[in-house]
């Protein structure tokens, strides 16, 4: 384990002494940022884990300094107060064009959502009150207009991550342009004014963005007392709901009307879940378990189509043909194959397919095809 | 050793083994015990796995090395993470999450292949030779580092959970899956290797200005989060293993930050860059989503510890105990764990939460890690409410789904921490249930 030298022997009696519970972990303070426990590191000690006590008075000098050009290539965050904001600009009309194209078929015409991405639009800050306690009331509506903070989260999320299948494909008119079309249909105006089609966004009007719900967040993160805001916040539980009492007998609580608790029990059972549950124990059905689960259906059911484009359906291993499917967003693609669409018959003509397998085999096809 | 008479023997003989043994083949384990039932000449009936040779041990078995990397058995093909569209973008399992199966897991390690996983824009596969992490912004020397850079920090190893904030949020409005696995299994617990993000520091000097730092991802959606300075100097790690092996992708192959206790979240995968500055970033994954909405309709931002928490994996929905006869003595196992310290206790409760009892600790108890509770129960049949509550080293204990849905509401979606309670039949069949007004 380690050498026994007199110094060693002679922190760890204090470290015995120090603890009823014979234990030899270093000191556990309430005095973390997150209301929790922070550890020393001493003593060669760091909570109950040995460390290597030479490492903390170490330095290493690992790496090397990055050029001008890695640090711009890589430092590409927009900050709230426009910092990285990069140069360029973009209508609303513009914008429009451009969400038809690349957006549309995920996030819903006006970004108003329905095929089960992210809804972009719609709903109003009020309705950020709504409390489903009851079956049949409205959701709280969280999205660009209603809910998000700050505008720069909007063009940066764009910039690096959008859209979904082909993300920092976009110039930056383009981003400029799909950031005026969203704020635009979310009803946001720009110092003062509204955003009509003709509206141009760019850099040097950015900052003029009236985002509405910006005071909708807390505790105060900014400025010089942002961290010690997160610190108060913490240090009351009741601020977040660490409100539990440990009561060991005759406990009440709303829960227990009169004498016995009051119990629900699950409405609407949530049973679509993959694979299926199953506790056995017992040899798979199908023992090419290294193979792709879709692969053997695929070639009994769809190759006969998908093994090539004689049949004008995407072959599979063409990355062309499907990035092309990929861009309309899965649950788009999973609707025409389960349905059908122009040449391709429902389920490929096996209704016997169930909407799991299916799923299984265009993952298997797309797997094919990168 | 049991000597059976020739009476009984003979007795057995004549009322058909084999169609004695297909019956208990079929009611498993439970079947024997149940055997009571049965007339004690047929309790003595031999076991044709003991009786006969075995199809292992007439054969030869296969090549030591046939599988280089091993693989579990292919029986246990059942314990798999599992997934659900009602837990995803419109079904796409590339934005989506998948779940432990927690009621299947031992000790407070989770197997590499069963960890927890939530991606927002897919695995990304990342070449290891090509990878780099740049450390920047109010820092005196920004650097480049390789992998192998990486690894030569002295290197710590540490155990911690990593959870989901999410979960369990499909429960804020009621119970709603029957299955432990999707209650609370967006969560895994792993020995941790990598280096103390301050030792790097160290070498870099932070500027006094330095607040907070931005970790970005190099995956498709560059996932992003900002982390105060003072985490950061405290106990947070970039980390390239687990389980004493490389990173797997789905966990942010070839490294990740690791912030014990915080929200998995904010340990982002597949790290590319972390920058210090003075003011928060508002990412995306910070604003738009885990943020916690309240009734008040205004939103905590910034929430960061996972509160103690607790669960029974066993009894659970998957794990009844329809094999169970009356004075049977079994275990009640769970996990219990805290982003805010050790678990310092955990009790039970049979009746729905009036009376509670404490449970004993047992294997390893650290900090910001999975522990395991447990507790020898005399199962007498009748129904039961059965409850876990946990207390953690900073004193917080869980709240009844009634405490904490009287502050949060029921639409914040992340940091649920109340009492979990599962229903016990008559009959052993468990079903998740809330004690809830």
């Not at chain 2, 290891?128 to 290197?155: A, F, Q």
Request: include cysteine; charged fraction near 25%; aromatic fraction near 8%.
């Amino acid at each position: 384990m380690f050498k026994l030298d007199h110094k060693f022997i002679a922190t760890s009696l204090v470290a015995l002494m120090a603890s009823s519970a014979f234990t030899m972990a270093s000191t556990a303070k309430k005095d973390a940022l997150d209301g929790g426990m922070t550890y020393t590191r001493d003593k060669g000690m760091y909570s109950d884990y040995y460390i290597n006590k030479q490492v903390d008075k170490l330095k290493i000098n690992n790496g090397r300094t990055p050029t001008a050009n890695e640090l711009k290539a890589w430092d590409s965050d927009i900050m709230p107060d426009g910092t990285g904001l990069p140069e360029g600009k973009g209508s609303v009309e513009d914008g429009d064009e451009l969400y038809e194209e690349q957006c549309a078929a995920c996030h819903g015409d006006f970004g108003a959502g329905g095929v089960g991405y992210p809804t972009l639009s719609g709903g109003s800050i009020s309705s950020l009150k709504n409390q489903r306690t009851a079956p049949g009331m409205d959701a709280p509506k969280r999205t660009i207009g209603t809910y998000w903070p700050k505008a720069s989260t909007l063009i940066w999320y764009i910039r690096d991550a959008m859209p979904y299948a082909h993300p920092k494909s976009l110039n930056n008119d383009q981003l400029y342009a799909l950031t005026a079309y969203l704020l635009s249909v979310n009803n946001i105006k720009v110092g003062g004014e509204v955003m009509e089609d003709e509206f141009i966004l760019s850099n040097k009007n950015f900052s003029k963005i009236e985002m509405p719900n910006k005071d909708g967040f807390y505790p105060n993160i900014d400025g010089k007392d942002g961290v010690e805001n997160v610190r108060k916040f913490f240090a009351d539980g009741k601020n977040y709901g660490a409100v539990g009492k440990r009561c060991m007998s005759n406990c009440k609580d709303p829960g227990m009307k009169g004498a016995e608790p009051t119990v629900m029990k699950i409405g609407i059972e949530m049973k679509d879940v993959n694979p299926p549950y199953s506790t056995v124990r017992d040899m798979p059905k199908k023992t090419n378990t290294s193979g792709h689960p879709g692969k053997e259906l695929y070639e009994s059911s769809c190759a006969v189509c998908h093994a090539t484009d004689k049949m004008g359906a995407p072959a599979v291993g063409d990355k062309k043909a499907w990035d092309v499917v990929k861009a309309k967003g899965l649950q788009n693609v999973m609707k025409n194959a389960i349905n059908g669409t122009a040449a391709m018959p429902p389920k490929g003509g096996n209704m016997d397919l169930t909407d799991w397998q299916m799923q299984l085999i265009v993952d298997y096809m797309m797997s094919q095809s990168m | 050793m049991t000597n059976i008479s020739n009476t009984s023997k003979s007795e057995i003989e004549q009322t058909s083994r084999r169609d004695f043994f297909r019956k208990t083949a079929a009611y498993s384990v439970s079947a024997i015990a149940a055997t009571s039932i049965l007339s004690p000449a047929k309790l003595l009936a031999d076991d044709e796995n003991i009786i006969h040779h075995s199809k292992w041990g007439t054969s030869l078995g296969y090549e030591l090395n046939k599988n280089p990397y091993g693989v579990p058995s292919p029986f246990e093909h059942n314990v798999v993470r599992r997934t659900t569209p009602l837990l995803s973008s419109a079904g796409d399992m590339h934005a989506a999450i998948s779940l432990s199966p927690i009621h299947e897991l031992k000790g407070i390690i989770t197997p590499n292949g069963l960890f927890f996983t939530r991606t927002h824009n897919g695995v990304a596969r990342i070449d290891p030779n090509k990878y780099r992490l740049m450390i920047h912004g109010l820092v005196e020397k920004p650097i480049v580092l390789t992998l192998e850079d990486i690894k030569k920090y002295p290197s710590e190893s540490v155990i911690h959970f990593l959870e989901c904030p999410s979960n369990g949020a499909a429960e804020w409005k009621g119970p709603q899956f029957n299955s432990v696995q999707f209650v609370k299994g967006m969560m895994s617990c792993t020995e941790w290797t990598g280096v103390r993000l301050k030792h790097i520091l160290a070498d870099l000097g932070l500027k006094p200005k330095a607040k907070w730092m931005l970790a970005e991802g190099q995956d498709g959606s560059e996932m992003s989060r900002t982390v105060p300075v003072e985490k950061v100097l405290d106990d947070a790690m970039i980390v390239y293993a687990m389980n004493g092996e490389a990173l797997r992708e789905e966990q942010g192959y070839p490294v990740r930050l690791l912030l014990p206790g915080w929200e998995a979240n904010l340990c982002v995968k597949w790290l590319k860059r972390l920058e210090f500055g003075e003011e928060p970033w508002y990412c995306k994954e910070e604003t738009s989503k885990y943020t916690t909405l309240t009734p008040s309709g205004k939103a905590i931002q910034h929430f960061y510890p996972l509160e103690v928490n607790s669960i029974i994996t066993s009894p659970s929905p998957e794990k009844p105990w329809t094999d169970l006869k009356k004075g049977d003595m079994v275990e009640i196992e769970g996990i219990a764990w805290s982003g805010h310290g050790k678990v310092k206790l955990v009790d039970i409760s049979f009746d729905g939460g009036k009376n509670w009892v404490e449970a004993n600790l047992k294997g390893l108890v650290l900090t910001k890690a999975w522990t395991r509770f447990s507790y020898i129960y005399k199962y007498d049949g009748k129904p039961i409410l059965l409850s876990s509550r946990a207390m953690d080293e900073s004193d917080k204990v869980q709240p009844t789904v009634n405490q904490e849905k009287a502050i949060m509401g029921v639409e914040g979606v992340y940091h649920r921490n109340s009492v979990c309670t599962w229903e016990i039949k008559a009959n052993g069949e468990v079903n998740n249930v809330q004690i809830r007004s």
